[in-house]
């Protein structure tokens, strides 16, 4: 009788995932310590200071921002990261024939009806 795909992992099968982990950990403890003692040692109000570009802050950092540069933003990510999808579609266009082609119209109109939604409810509207 073979053994199972599962029976045949042990512990030592992962050790080379916890070195990599600890060498990780190890290397923001040892970049953290290091860069305490050598870093500036000398406060003052102006060097606690924040800047901006040079440009000397002014007012609260907790400005209402309008929801809407929120909204443009989450959408921008959404359709960005649809459309990475036609790269691997458009390279494998032959392989996967008119199947691929079909799926990649249901795939297409299910992106276009999202985006005509949002065209619809007004968020791409600056007003």
């Given at each position: 009788?073979?053994?199972?795909?599962?029976?045949?992992?042990?512990?030592?099968?992962?050790?080379?995932?916890?070195?990599?982990?600890?060498?990780?950990?190890?290397?923001?403890?040892?970049?953290?310590v290091?860069?305490?003692?050598?870093?500036?040692?000398r406060?003052?109000?102006?060097?606690?200071?924040?800047?901006?570009?040079?440009?000397?802050?002014?007012?609260?950092?907790?400005?209402?921002?309008?929801?809407?540069?929120?909204?443009?933003?989450?959408?921008?990510?959404?359709?960005?990261?649809?459309?990475?999808?036609?790269?691997?579609?458009?390279?494998?266009?032959?392989?996967?024939?008119v199947?691929g082609?079909?799926?990649?119209?249901?795939?297409?109109?299910?992106?276009?009806?999202?985006?005509?939604?949002?065209?619809?409810?007004?968020?791409?509207?600056?007003?």
């Amino acid at each position: 009788m073979e053994p199972t795909a599962t029976a045949l992992y042990v512990p030592g099968d992962f050790l080379p995932i916890v070195i990599q982990f600890a060498a990780a950990l190890g290397f923001v403890v040892f970049a953290m310590v290091v860069t305490h003692l050598i870093g500036p040692k000398r406060h003052s109000k102006v060097k606690d200071a924040s800047w901006e570009c040079g440009i000397e802050s002014k007012g609260d950092a907790r400005a209402p921002i309008s929801i809407k540069y929120f909204l443009i933003a989450i959408l921008f990510v959404l359709f960005d990261v649809e459309v990475i999808f036609l790269y691997p579609w458009a390279v494998n266009f032959r392989a996967l024939g008119v199947d691929g082609f079909v799926w990649m119209l249901v795939f297409m109109g299910l992106l276009l009806t999202g985006f005509f939604y949002v065209l619809k409810k007004g968020v791409l509207k600056w007003e």
